[in-house]
């Protein structure tokens, strides 16, 4: 059910605003860069997914990517 | 509508355009801190700055769509799109052209940004650098109100405002607790693979 949101690591810039999006899920390190709360990929229940989004589109770098439930995914 | 509204109209919604565009113009100056700004955080600044753009250019369509209907601007459809081709006071109305196309380029490349990417977003966004400037000196130029204190007034506010915003959030003034750029060393995280 939950969706991985993927950070790409070269194009962030740990402005932070994800992590005022999605406080639930990431925290911020001490550089400002996004940490997340359970020390692995992100997974994004359905009722974050909004913000999810949000962050997505309002990331200033365009670093973040939400992907398909893991369950419809395609491995490859 | 009698002209004397719509020319009320007209110069009305050119100011509060003006004020709108330096609002986001300082909002997307002080969101490269990389920071919160004026009591926001991150997220609340580019929120803000996003709806100040379209809220300004909402304005902006007002401005000129009312010039059109004014029999004293001459305005021309063409004149809205085309530069310096106005039958009244060419150049200046002509930089109120050229600003409305760099606006209506920022504002469409940045809704379109994922599908662009980032590298031409930031290229067309730098734009607006030129787009404020050009806007505001087409409100000294070619405004009724231009020798008025009170428009002068706005203009002068509207310059310390992203004079002071560009000064105060410039790198050089950042207290050395905080990191000022990106840090080189820290993409060694263990986590989040
Ligand atoms: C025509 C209206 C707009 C004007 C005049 C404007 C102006 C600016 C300026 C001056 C900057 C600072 C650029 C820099 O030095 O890096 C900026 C940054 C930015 N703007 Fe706009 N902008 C407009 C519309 C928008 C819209 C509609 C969006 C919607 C997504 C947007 C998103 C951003 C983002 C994400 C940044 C970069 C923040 C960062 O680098 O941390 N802007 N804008
Ligand atoms: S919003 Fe984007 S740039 Fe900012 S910390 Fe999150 S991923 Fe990095």
Redesign the interface.
């Known amino acids: 059910m939950s969706r991985p949101l993927i950070?790409d690591?070269?194009?962030c810039?740990?402005?932070?605003?994800c992590a005022?999006?999605l406080p639930e899920l990431i925290g911020q390190?001490k550089?400002?860069?996004p940490?997340?709360r359970s020390?692995?990929?992100?997974l994004v229940p359905p009722e974050l997914e909004r913000p999810a989004r949000k962050a997505?589109?309002?990331c200033?770098?365009?670093a973040l990517r939400l992907e398909a439930d893991a369950k419809t995914r395609v491995t490859g | 509508m009698s002209t004397d509204a719509l020319w009320y109209l007209a110069r009305g919604s050119g100011v509060v355009s003006l004020i709108l565009f330096t609002v986001v113009v300082a909002l997307g100056i002080g969101?490269r801190s990389?920071?919160g700004f004026a009591g926001m955080?991150?997220?609340?600044v580019?929120?803000v700055h996003?709806a100040a753009s379209l809220l300004a250019l909402v304005f902006l369509v007002i401005h000129v769509s009312t010039l059109l209907f004014d029999p004293y601007a001459q305005l021309g459809l063409v004149d809205v799109v085309v530069p310096f081709g106005s039958g009244h006071r060419p150049f200046w109305v002509g930089l109120g052209t050229l600003a409305l196309d760099l606006a209506l380029a920022v504002a469409i490349t940045s809704l379109l940004?994922?599908r662009i990417?980032?590298r031409a977003w930031r290229a067309v966004h730098w734009l607006a650098y030129a787009m404020w400037p050009i806007a505001l000196a087409h409100g000294i130029g070619s405004g009724s109100d231009r020798s008025t204190g009170w428009m002068l007034a706005i203009d002068a506010l509207c310059v310390l405002t992203v004079l002071a915003v560009a000064v105060s959030t410039h790198p050089a003034f950042r207290d050395t607790e905080t990191?000022s750029t990106?840090?080189q060393l820290?993409?060694t995280?263990g986590?989040?693979?």
């Open positions: 950070i690591w070269t194009a810039e740990g402005r932070g605003l005022d999006l390190d550089w400002g860069y940490q997340s020390g692995r990929t992100v997505v589109h309002l200033p770098r365009l | 969101t990389g920071r955080n991150r997220l609340a580019a929120s996003r940004r994922e990417g980032l990191p990106t840090p820290v993409t995280r986590e989040q693979r």
